[in-house]
T-cell receptor
Framework: LAKTTQPISMDSYEGQEVNITCSHN???????ITWYQQFPSQGPRFIIQ???TKVTNEVASLFIPADRKSSTLSLPRVSLSDTAVYYC???????????FGAGTRLFVKA | DTEVTQTPKHLVMGMTNKKSLKCEQH?????MYWYKQKAKKPPELMFV???????INESVPSRFSPECPNSSLLNLHLHALQPEDSALYLC?????????????FGSGTQLSVL
């Protein structure tokens, strides 16, 4: 599985757009990218998943450049409740191993 | 029902005790996972079951014994644990065979070993 690298922490203010970039230089052809959000003492929650280009849902957008060696999670207009740890994962379609990297701690301030 | 339910939410046990963690889902998912998470660390994969058979064991010590009695249930039997085993234990499930590869997590069992 491709190793992922993310910033350890980020700060933002309410109402701003937050972009968290994840590096995955060794991503393979069949691999896809998934982002999870985790609050303290809770299980991670799925945010978004993509293979290439751009994916958008009601919560976030995921931008993946053509070489797929990185991806960027975009959270529009964050609020205090978006303070959490965000994990970028690379998985192989049809595979079972889902390994979490170190994650990014996002602090949203008023 | 889109929930993964874990019981108990909290557990305190001594090093000589035997206890079990339970996980249940009714989404028809045929892959189920156990993760261990220490404070301020990412979840670490322990076991994966697919179609009720153990597919992955990430070299977990034998004092942790998983069991998947049916497609909705996953247990983790604990025996002779050490204080360093204190952690949040997370269960997750995932559908197999479709395009959707996302994991659904429970809220976890916070385990303290004294």
């Amino acid at each position: 599985l491709a190793k992922t690298t993310q910033p350890i922490s980020m700060d933002s203010y309410e109402g701003q757009e937050v972009n968290i970039t994840c590096s995955h230089n060794n991503i393979a052809t069949n691999d896809y990218i998934t982002w999870y959000q985790q609050f303290p003492s809770q299980g991670p929650r799925f945010i978004i998943q993509g293979y290439k280009t751009k994916v958008t849902n009601e919560v976030a957008s995921l931008f993946i450049p053509a070489d797929r060696k990185s991806s960027t999670l975009s959270l529009p207009r964050v609020s205090l409740s978006d303070t959490a740890v965000y994990y970028c994962l690379v998985g192989t379609r049809g595979g079972f191993k889902t390994i979490f990297g170190a994650g990014t701690r996002l602090f949203v301030k008023a | 029902d889109t929930e993964v339910t874990q019981t108990p939410k909290h557990l305190v046990m001594g090093m000589t005790n035997k206890k079990s963690l339970k996980c249940e889902q009714h989404m028809g998912h045929r892959a189920m996972y156990w993760y261990k998470q220490k404070a301020k660390k990412p979840p670490e994969l322990m076991f994966v079951y697919s179609y009720e058979k153990l597919s992955i064991n990430e070299s977990v010590p034998s004092r942790f014994s998983p069991e998947c009695p049916n497609s909705s249930l996953l247990n983790l039997h604990l025996h002779a644990l050490q204080p360093e085993d204190s952690a949040l234990y997370l269960c997750a499930s995932r559908p197999l065979g479709g395009r959707d590869e996302k994991l659904f997590f429970g809220s976890g069992t916070q385990l303290s070993v004294l």
